[in-house]
């Protein structure tokens, strides 16, 4: 009887542990892995006080987006010092856990 106890407390304890390594696995790629998109667009507004740039962007099959004209924040206010309305852009879109996007880079091609 005692080592039938035994075995039931080691198969209950085992059995919470796969549950508690299955669910940290299965949480794990989207807590730690950020992705970055490249993507191509064309300067509509700046907004250097707000750290904000309106941008026409083409699609962006990665994140089943299509082509828009939408308001980005940029993690690096600087990068809008020198973008003027009507710049051919390209910058690298991030998108944060909760799913806010974010550029990380944006610079001007010419
Ligand atoms: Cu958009």
Redesign the pocket.
């Known amino acids: 009887m005692k080592r039938f106890l035994i075995m039931t407390l080691a198969c209950i304890t085992f059995g919470a542990s796969a549950i508690l390594v299955y669910a940290n696995d299965a949480h794990h790629p989207k807590a730690d892995v950020q992705k970055s998109y490249a993507v191509k667009g064309e300067v509509v507004v700046v907004d250097k006080a707000a750290g904000k740039v309106k941008l026409k ?1 083409e699609a ?1 099959p990665e994140l089943d ?1 299509p082509a ?3 308001f980005f924040s940029v993690a690096d206010k600087s990068q809008l010092e020198s973008l003027g309305v009507g710049d051919q852009v390209e910058f690298q879109l991030m998108k944060s856990n909760e799913g806010v ?1 974010l550029i990380t880079k944006i610079k001007a091609v010419r």
């Open positions: 962007h962006i987006w828009m004209t939408m996007p």
